[in-house]
C-alpha cells in the first residue's frame, strides 16, 4: 500500500497541542474523580497507550498524564525512519494482540486513507483495546471546512499553523506545500462530519462513539467498547472540542 500518511498530521492542529489538549482533558476532575474513575474503566496501573501515526519523537514528548507512571506509551507508525517501537500500517496492526491496551491515540491519521481502508482501520482500532479500553481521535471536521469553501474562501488562510497558512483546500487535499515538495504521502483521501465519523465507529464495533467540533476545524471522537462509558465519553469528547 502507498503511504496513508501515518505519523504525519494535517495541519489543523499541531501534534503537540493536540497531545496536551487530550492530556488535560483526561487529567481534569469531574463531580466522581478523574475521567477513568468516573468511567469505571481503569482503576490501577500501568496502562498501555498506542499511539498510532506517531510520527517522530517530538521534543516535548507525550506531556502529562500519558508521560508518566501508570501510562506506557507504545508508539506505531509505518514509517521505518520514525523510529517506532512498532513499524506497522494502522490498517494492519496484527503485530499487536487482541485487547493489549487500555488506550489509542489518533491525531490527524485517518483522512490519509482511502475511503475503503477506513473501516479496516477503525476495526483494529477496536480490536486492540482491551474490553474497557477506549480511543481519542481527531480529524478535520469537513463540515465546517465546506462552509467556508461555500463562503468562496477555498484558498484564503483559515489560521497560521507551526509549517505555515492553511486554507480550506488544504484541509481538503492535503497541505500544498508538503505536497509540492513531494510528500505525497500527505494528501488527503477520504474526511469526515461528525455524523458520518460516529458511524464508522459503530460500525467498527464500537459501543459508544461520543463525536464533538470544536468550533474551529477539528472533530473530536471519544469511542469505547462498552455501551456503560456512554456519559464518560460523552464527557470527554466535549471537554476536547471544548479546550479550542
Known sequence: MIGCGEGMRAFTMHPEQAQIRVCQALAEPTHSGSFFSYAGMMTEGPFQLL???????????????????????????????????????????????DGAVHALWSSHNLEHLYPHEVPTALSEFARVLRPDGFAVITVPDLERVAAAVARG??????????????????????????????????????????????????????AIAEVCGDGLWALWAVASRRSEDADACRQLAERLAAAA
Not at 62 to 87: C, H, K, M, T
Not at 167 to 176: E, K, N, V
Request: charged letters at 15%; aromatic letters at 8%; one cysteine or more.
Open 153 to 206: 474562501k477555498l484558498t484564503e488562510p483559515a489560521y497560521v499553523s507551526p509549517a505555515g497558512p492553511v486554507a480550506p483546500i488544504d484541509m481538503l487535499f492535503g497541505f500544498r506545500p508538503s505536497l509540492a515538495r513531494g510528500h505525497l504521502y500527505m494528501a488527503h483521501r477520504t474526511g469526515f462530519t461528525a455524523g458520518s465519523l460516529e458511524a464508522a465507529l459503530r460500525e467498527a464495533g464500537f
Open 51 to 97: 499511539h498510532v501515526g506517531c510520527g517522530p519523537l517530538s521534543s516535548a514528548d507525550l506531556p502529562s498524564p500519558f508521560n508518566q507512571a501508570p501510562w506506557q506509551e507504545i508508539r506505531l507508525d509505518i514509517d521505518p525512519g520514525a523510529q517506532p517501537d512498532v513499524v506497522a500500517s494502522i490498517t494492519d496492526m496484527s503485530v499487536i494482540g
